[in-house]
Structures are given as C-alpha cells and as structure tokens.
C-alpha cells in the first residue's frame, strides 16, 4: 500500500463489540484475567499495554518501515528511553544545531550517569569522523536541523557508524515518513516527538521511538518503557492515531506553502537570509533532493536584516503567525529561538523559526508583506 492508504488503515481498529468505524478509546487501566491467571486479550495494565497505545505503536513502525514502535509521553520522554538504553562509560556524537533540549538533556542529566558528547557539524563528514572516540557508541542526527535547517547525509553518516558498530538514531520529526525514511537509508531508530506533524492539530504532547529490526535493542527499549512508565495516555494515543489519518496531505500541503513563503521571503530586502532546503541556494540542496521523499518540509527560519530587536518586532508585526513554541499544527507559528535557548545557544540573534500551516499561502505572503515594510 501507499503511505497515504496505509495511513488509514493501520490506524483503523476493527470493533467487534460495536461495528465502530472509529476507533474506541480504552480508559480501562486494568484487563481481566482468567482463574489460571492468564490473560485471554492480551493485555495486563495499561502501563504495560493499551489497545490504543498498541494500535498507534504499530501504525508508526508501519509508516517508517521498522520493526517495531514504542510510544511515549513526549518527544523528550522518547529520547531519554534511548540514552539510557546506554551504559555509563558510552559516547554520543550530537549535531551542532539541534532541538537545544537534546543536548542539555546529555549533559545535564546523563553527564552524571556517565555519558559523554560531543557536538559536530554533521553536514561535515570529515569533523564527523575525527569525533569518534573509542566509546563511541550512537550518532544522534537531526535532519533537517532545528532552528537552522541543515542536511546531514543520513546513509554516509550510517555508513560510518556500522565501521565502528555504533548505533544510528535520526529525530525525523521535521520531516516525518511522509518526506523522509531514515531506516531505509541506513539509521537504526527513528525518533518522533509526535505532538508535531502527526498530531498535528496543537493538542496531544506524546512521542515515538521507531526500531528498524526486533532484537535485543528493541527488547531493552520496551523494557524501559514499561519500566519508568513514560507512556501516552489511551486518549492521547487516539489523538495522535487520529492526526495520522490525515497525516499525508497536511504535510504536502504543508510543505507547498513553505516553499513559496521561502521563494518570497529569499529575495525580500529585509530579509538578510534564509533557510530552507527546498532552495537550490542551500548549502546542502543535492543531499536534502536525494535523501527527501518530494519534499523538503514546512519548516523554515529566516533571518531578519538587523538584530534581536528587530527580528522580534516582524512577529509583533505579522497577524496570521501566531507567536508560540512548538511546530506542525494547521496553524502558522512563528517564534524567536535564541531567547528561548539562551544566551549561549549558537543560533543567530536575529533568526526566527517558522512553521507554516494552511492558511491560504497568498494571505501568508501579504501577511509577511505588510510586516516586513
């Protein structure tokens, strides 16, 4: 099947009790047990397993082409259940410009359990490989990168990585399935936070893991999961399977839109530069045209010409960009990451990310018309 069919089906569950086209949710967080003590359907505690959480958990391993899927609470939650997959005494090699919570979360959390990083320019093969380290044991990519938008080469990445047996795990929440499948290039995980594009309505806070074959690293992970209990509630798994229907065409719709706001803002005269794949002026357009399924995403930064100040009054300038955290709803946002990330983040002073939703594009490029005169 398509990915725009498989879509719908993996996320259909068929009811016996009622004949419900639409999924029920299981609130249950208990399941009955038979006098033997075994369990008939299947599930224990909804810790454990949920008919939900189950649901969603195949429809994504489905939709990236892995073995197996494991939903969480968050993005954040899914990518600590990873980290501590690792012993103390392990190496991360982490991108330079990437969600600042993933690396703060390495150093000021794992730091102290005994993990190390070090961040790399990943679009540079060669400083990729001289930050290798005898215990280096998995390269965190981000790609496109968050705020900046750079392209790192998945399968030569991976390929390096499998020369040490080191382990490859690519966050894909910018891109999703949809534009981009790591495991098919060569990664071993994939991460979602899932509150993004497959939610994809600014409602539901939940994340995935996506392993690309059953064994000893997705049995570690399961445990783990069941263990510290960091899973999605069976609502907000409905949610998201629900946002999956529809998955598909937001995300070329999406993506449509931002590529004509990056045509526009990339000649404007106030507009000092901007970021985005889809522009053949990108440092790394061959590799994001060969890696990206027919689309380079609705994510895009821009940096006003000028400084903080004023980058940060375009936003009080635009009305259909709401400013907010957060990215992948219906709705265009816009926000200003260095005073979100702090003073020693390496984004510049003057960018400003953008998600863009699915207003009609022609209102969005007056919107940023207006603002920008």
Do not use: C
Not at 11 to 27: C, E, F, K, R, W
Not at 48 to 60: F, G, H, M, T, V
Not at 271 to 291: F, R, S
């Amino acid at each position: 099947m398509k990915i725009e069919t498989l879509a719908i089906q993996s996320t259909q569950m068929h009811d016996a009790n009622a004949g419900a086209v639409i999924s029920p949710i299981y609130l249950s967080t208990t399941f009955e047990r038979e006098t033997d003590g075994s369990y008939p359907h299947g599930y224990i505690y909804s810790r454990a397993d949920n008919p939900n959480r189950q649901l969603l958990e195949k429809s994504i391993a489905l939709l990236e082409n892995g073995a197996v899927g494991l939903a969480f609470a968050s993005g954040m939650a899914a990518t600590t259940a990873l980290f501590q997959s690792l012993k103390s005494g392990d190496h991360i090699i982490t991108p330079d410009d990437a969600y600042f919570a993933t690396n703060v979360l390495i150093t000021e959390v794992f730091g102290q359990w005994g993990l190390s990083m070090t961040t790399v320019d990943m679009t540079d093969l060669e400083a990729v490989k001289s930050a290798i380290q005898p215990n280096t044991k998995l390269f965190w990519i981000e790609t496109p990168s968050n705020p900046q938008l750079k392209i790192a080469d998945i399968q030569a990445i991976s390929e390096i990585a499998k020369g040490i047996g080191a382990l490859v795990a690519v966050d894909n929440t910018w891109a999703t399935p949809i534009l981009q499948r790591p495991l098919d290039l060569g990664a071993d995980i994939v991460m979602h936070s899932t509150t993004k594009y497959f939610g994809g309505h600014s409602d539901v806070l939940s994340g995935a893991l996506i392993i690309k074959e059953e064994g000893e690293l997705s049995n570690k992970l399961r445990t783990i999961q069941k263990l510290t209990g960091g899973v999605p509630s069976p609502f907000e798994s409905w949610l998201v399977a629900r946002g999956i229907k529809t998955l598909a065409l937001r995300v070329k719709a999406q993506t449509e839109n931002a590529g004509k706001l990056a045509d526009f803002l990339s000649t404007h005269s106030q507009i000092e530069a901007v970021h985005y794949p889809g522009l053949t002026t990108h440092p790394q357009y061959e590799i994001a045209k060969k890696q990206m399924l027919g689309g380079f995403g609705a994510m895009l930064s821009v940096q006003v010409k000028g400084d903080a100040k004023n980058a940060m009054a375009v936003t009080g300038k635009l009305k259909l960009f709401t400013t907010a955290t957060s990215l992948g709803g219906v709705e265009s946002l816009i926000e200003h990451r260095k005073s979100v990330e702090g003073p020693n983040s390496p984004t510049p002073d003057n960018l400003l990310r953008v998600s863009v939703g699915l207003e009609n594009i022609e209102d969005l490029i007056d919107d940023w018309k207006e603002a920008l005169r």
